[in-house]
């Protein structure tokens, strides 16, 4: 654990969930590399990693498949500018 997960849980008794960008996630003692891309833009790629993290564990993933979908969901989300896709609606 590094200083800044100290900081974060402190007191809480609790794990935290970190994105470290190109260097993956960790939470707890599971840790996930981040897949390799050339980042178009990194707008949105927050929302995509908490919102498949989330999911995944909602629909009773483990915490290691869990991360593993939401660092791709993250780097996915790099991939095009802006925080959506350009879609006709």
Request: proline share 8%; net charge negative.
């Amino acid at each position: 654990m590094n200083e800044h997960e100290n900081i974060l849980l402190a007191g809480r008794g609790r794990s935290a969930c970190v994105t470290l960008g190109a260097k993956g996630a960790r939470w707890g003692d599971v840790a996930v590399p981040a897949p390799h891309i050339d980042p178009v833009d990194t707008t949105g790629a927050g929302d995509a990693f908490a919102g498949t993290l989330a999911a995944a564990l909602a629909w009773g993933a483990d915490p290691q498949v869990a991360l593993e979908a939401a660092a791709t969901a993250g780097a996915e989300a790099c991939m095009w500018p802006g925080a959506q896709p350009h879609r006709p609606c």
